[in-house]
């Protein structure tokens, strides 16, 4: 199984920006999608953004659509995740996501992924 480990998690001021990055076990130019959730407190794990294998694909929630940019860098088996124009609501808890052969969109559940990083807290202050 392909293993995911995040990194880039913090303190970011609001209107600020951060860069998380996602790095796989193994090569995940064939047959993975990948992608981001998060999960604030208190609430249920939310899609956020995706990649497909071939990048040829991407998708993002309605609530960061022109402030996330997701982008994957196969010769280092990672995916990042830019985030811009950071607010309060961002704060929560990320996790590096990936799926084998499907890709992954706004509406796919949580369950039906196949590997899930350990997460990294992003606190946004306002």
């Known amino acids: 199984q392909v293993q995911l480990v995040e990194s880039g998690g913090g303190s970011v001021q609001a209107g600020g920006s951060a860069r998380l990055s996602c790095a796989a076990s193994?090569?995940?130019?064939?047959?993975?999608?990948m992608g981001w959730f998060r999960q604030a407190p208190g609430k249920e794990r939310e899609f956020v953004a995706s990649?497909?294998?071939?990048?040829?694909?991407?998708d993002y929630a309605e609530s960061v659509r022109g402030r996330f940019t997701i982008s994957r860098d196969d010769a280092k088996n990672t995916v990042y995740l830019q985030m811009n124009s950071l607010k309060p609501e961002d704060t929560a808890v990320y996790y590096c996501?990936?799926?084998?052969?499907?890709?992954?969109?706004?509406?796919?559940?949580?369950?039906?992924?196949?590997?899930w990083g350990q997460g990294t807290l992003v606190t946004v202050s306002s």
């Open positions: 990649i497909s294998w071939s990048a040829d694909f991407t």
């Open positions: 996501v990936a799926k084998r052969w499907e890709y992954i969109y706004a509406g796919t559940s949580g369950d039906t992924l196949d590997a």
């Open positions: 193994a090569r995940t130019r064939i047959s993975y999608n």
